[in-house]
């Protein structure tokens, strides 16, 4: 993903890019560093005092700055960041940076290049646009949370991978540079509206669209791939430890069989 300039060393397919993260929790530091981990420069933005997003596992190739944003001279020092910046990473509730005189229709007239990436759980618009939540909430409300457990017990969340990393980072940043793509046509900068509750939807759009397939049509828990298959299953070793066992094809079945 890398080729070498003139000079011999590495540049990577995004260097040049100039990327402001708003400092969040989870997916929005994930997006921040899929776009450092491909060359661009990114610049976190903290809150003034310093939160506990500070200690950030996900700073790697990030550079910091603190701002208090509640206070003028705060918005300020963004609005002026944000006139040299491609990317602007915003994972607040809705209608925060309007309050704070930071929203899209004052960012992007002052600078019409701009992508102006926002991440939420529910988007700008709809019922549950106000609300607040949690990987697993947005899980439920996608209607994925449905398909993943057991047999006869409670649906499970694994962790939060799939709606904060998979529907909400991965996916705002896929959008982000798509509207990067878009701008070496147009020239314009664009909003992205990134909804955990619709990415991971569109993540698992696979579950809905294979049922007619055999593959998910029955139950939770009685299906090929979520524990219904002996041949697709986790194992307790006697030495206490599992196993992991994938052997859908015939062939790789009759060899488990044999051990």
Same mark, same amino acid.
């Given at each position: 993903?890398?080729?070498?300039?003139?000079?011999?060393?590495?540049?990577?397919? *995004?260097? &040049? +890019?100039?990327?402001?993260? *708003?400092? &969040? +929790?989870?997916p929005a530091p994930l997006c921040g560093m899929i776009l450092a981990d491909f060359g661009a420069s990114v610049v976190r933005v903290d809150r003034a005092p310093r939160s506990a997003?500070?200690?950030?596992?996900?700073?790697r190739g990030k550079r910091s700055l603190a701002l208090d944003l509640k206070r003028p001279p705060g918005a300020a020092?963004?609005?002026?960041?944000?006139?040299?910046a491609d990317v602007l990473i915003e994972p607040f509730r809705h209608g925060v940076m309007e309050k704070l005189g930071l929203g899209p229709e004052v960012l992007l007239r002052e600078n019409p290049r701009l992508i102006y990436a926002r991440l939420t759980g529910f988007g700008q618009t709809g019922k549950y646009a106000k609300s607040a939540g949690h990987d697993i909430n947005y899980l439920a409300l996608s209607g994925v949370l449905s398909k993943l457990g057991r047999k006869c017990e409670n649906p499970y969340a694994p962790v939060n991978l799939l709606?904060?990393?998979?529907?909400?980072?991965?996916?705002?940043?896929?959008?982000?540079?798509i509207a990067l793509y878009e701008r070496t046509r147009s020239g314009k900068g664009q909003i992205i509206d990134a909804s955990m509750v619709e990415g991971i939807a569109y993540i698992s759009s696979f579950l809905w669209k294979s049922q007619n397939l055999g593959l998910w049509n029955r139950p939770r828990g009685e299906?090929?791939?979520?524990?219904?298959?002996?041949?697709y299953e986790t194992y307790k070793t006697s030495d206490g430890k599992f196993m992991a066992v994938g052997a859908i094809e015939p062939q790789f079945y009759e060899q488990l069989i044999k051990g």
């Amino acid at each position: 993903m890398a080729r070498r300039s003139a000079a011999g060393r590495p540049d990577m397919a *995004l260097s &040049g +890019l100039r990327v402001l993260e *708003l400092a &969040g +929790l989870a997916p929005a530091p994930l997006c921040g560093m899929i776009l450092a981990d491909f060359g661009a420069s990114v610049v976190r933005v903290d809150r003034a005092p310093r939160s506990a997003v500070a200690t950030d596992v996900q700073g790697r190739g990030k550079r910091s700055l603190a701002l208090d944003l509640k206070r003028p001279p705060g918005a300020a020092a963004l609005r002026r960041l944000c006139c040299g910046a491609d990317v602007l990473i915003e994972p607040f509730r809705h209608g925060v940076m309007e309050k704070l005189g930071l929203g899209p229709e004052v960012l992007l007239r002052e600078n019409p290049r701009l992508i102006y990436a926002r991440l939420t759980g529910f988007g700008q618009t709809g019922k549950y646009a106000k609300s607040a939540g949690h990987d697993i909430n947005y899980l439920a409300l996608s209607g994925v949370l449905s398909k993943l457990g057991r047999k006869c017990e409670n649906p499970y969340a694994p962790v939060n991978l799939l709606a904060d990393f998979a529907g909400g980072g991965v996916l705002c940043a896929m959008g982000i540079l798509i509207a990067l793509y878009e701008r070496t046509r147009s020239g314009k900068g664009q909003i992205i509206d990134a909804s955990m509750v619709e990415g991971i939807a569109y993540i698992s759009s696979f579950l809905w669209k294979s049922q007619n397939l055999g593959l998910w049509n029955r139950p939770r828990g009685e299906n090929l791939l979520d524990s219904g298959a002996p041949f697709y299953e986790t194992y307790k070793t006697s030495d206490g430890k599992f196993m992991a066992v994938g052997a859908i094809e015939p062939q790789f079945y009759e060899q488990l069989i044999k051990g």
